[in-house]
């Protein structure tokens, strides 16, 4: 059973960094597939972050890829994510899932985290 | 404002067939295949329907998903209480500035 854990902190100040990490049991991130994030904004609906490859090979939201990096490291069976200065408007619930690329499915997720972005 | 559109609520009965519809384009639905979630209040998003209406091991057949031209449309049949929740499609966008996955706003369904 593959299972999903996303940590890192609950509040972030703004114009500084979010960074989350998350923890991938009952599978090998090397196997193969996509691993990748989404976020909801609290009350609103879903928006897709970006995704990474055991490889490192990524795919960004166009509209948040100024800020993005995900990364994988693939000896701790985890990926990670950074958002670079935040705002308000980044406070959300961050989910990370794996990613079946062809079909732009994500068919296990991870239970979420709240980061808020207040000083 | 998503890049995919669906009706932000629904409703029905139990018992009762209800349908969602989310709209499109050419460089998504109209191109790429549509895959539906499941948002129980409180939870994480549950794959519902993928590849347009595939069903993933476990959900019942009351759902099924259909495509055609830059619509799509989640069918849920025999409506249950436990049915209500929000919900969302979500397909590839082929667009200028590369590939990447859009969802729709999500329809909250109330079983009345």
């Known amino acids: 059973q593959v299972q999903l854990q996303e940590s890192g902190p609950g509040l972030v100040k703004p114009s500084e960094t979010l960074s989350l990490t998350c923890t991938v049991s009952?599978?090998?991130?090397?196997?193969?597939?996509?691993w990748g994030w989404i976020r909801q904004p609290p009350g609103k609906g879903l928006e897709w972050i970006g995704s990474i490859y055991h490889s490192g090979s990524t795919y960004y939201n166009p509209s948040l890829k100024s800020r993005v990096t995900i990364s994988v490291d693939t000896s701790k069976n985890q990926f990670s994510l950074k958002l670079s200065s935040v705002t308000a408007a980044d406070t959300a619930v961050y989910y990370c899932a794996r990613w079946v690329v062809v079909a732009a499915t994500f068919d296990y997720w991870g239970q979420g985290t709240l980061v808020t972005v207040s000083s | 404002q998503s890049v995919l559109t669906q009706p932000p609520s629904a409703s029905g009965t139990p018992g009762q067939r209800v349908t969602i519809s989310c709209s499109g384009s050419s460089s998504n639905i109209g191109s790429n295949t549509v895959n539906w979630y499941q948002q129980l209040p409180g939870t994480a998003p549950k794959l519902l329907i993928y590849s347009n209406n595939q069903r993933p091991s476990g959900v019942p057949d009351r759902f099924s998903g259909s495509k055609s031209g830059t619509s799509a449309s989640l069918a849920i049949s025999g409506l249950q209480s436990e049915d209500e929740a929000d919900y969302y499609c979500a397909a590839w966008d082929d667009s200028l500035n590369g590939p990447y996955v859009v969802f729709g706003g999500g329809t909250k369904l109330t079983v009345l």
């Open positions: 009952g599978y090998s991130i090397s196997s193969g597939y996509y």
